[in-house]
């Protein structure tokens, strides 16, 4: 009886400490991140990210290093900073989890997400996709390690999205 009530308290601890992980997850990466798509502020998309990262784009066949990703958004963000300030565009992105897993000091998190630009005329553009990340705890805060991502031949749907977990 002792070592099921053990086992039981260290069940208890380990699902309180993934929520608290999941929970800095959140504020320390997630709702940074969105904020900075949204905006299209690469410094701070940047700094959700390892130093270290490994960014796999894997539509295109390629993997990247964090300097060099950041060139392509520096390289492409400011057109569409511009139209979405001139209101040219509204655009909305969000995330929802699949899994979610960590350990207090690394992660791995697999989801989807949504792409979704308004134009002017009222025309709806969606792109939904699946990610897969690894994060680490570096010098206390979570970051970005590995950044996977996918559409899956443009075969994800709303129905997929949504049947998923929203960003708590």
């Not at 139209?83 to 040219?88: G, L, M, R």
């Not at 002017?120 to 996977?148: C, M, P, S, T």
Request: with cysteine; proline share 2%.
């Amino acid at each position: 009886m002792k070592n099921v009530l053990i086992g039981f308290f260290l069940l208890l601890g380990s699902c309180a400490s993934a929520q608290t992980d999941q929970q800095e997850i959140n504020e320390q990466v997630w709702k940074p991140f969105t904020k900075a798509i949204m905006s299209q502020d690469v410094a701070a998309f940047v700094g959700v990210h390892s130093k270290e990262l490994i960014r796999a784009e894997r539509n295109d066949k390629r993997v990247l290093s964090l300097e060099e990703y950041k060139k392509r958004m520096e390289k492409g963000w400011p057109a569409w900073k511009e139209s979405i300030q001139k209101k040219e565009i509204r655009y909305v992105f969000e995330l929802r989890f699949l899994e979610r897993i960590s350990n207090g000091t690394l992660a791995y998190e697999v989801g989807y997400f949504k792409n979704e630009s308004t134009q002017l005329n009222g025309e709806k553009e969606i792109y939904y996709g699946q990610f897969h990340v690894a994060l680490r705890k570096e010098n206390g805060l979570w970051k970005i390690l590995v950044d996977a991502d996918f559409n899956e031949n443009n075969t994800i749907t709303a129905k997929e999205f949504l049947a998923a977990r929203p960003l708590e």
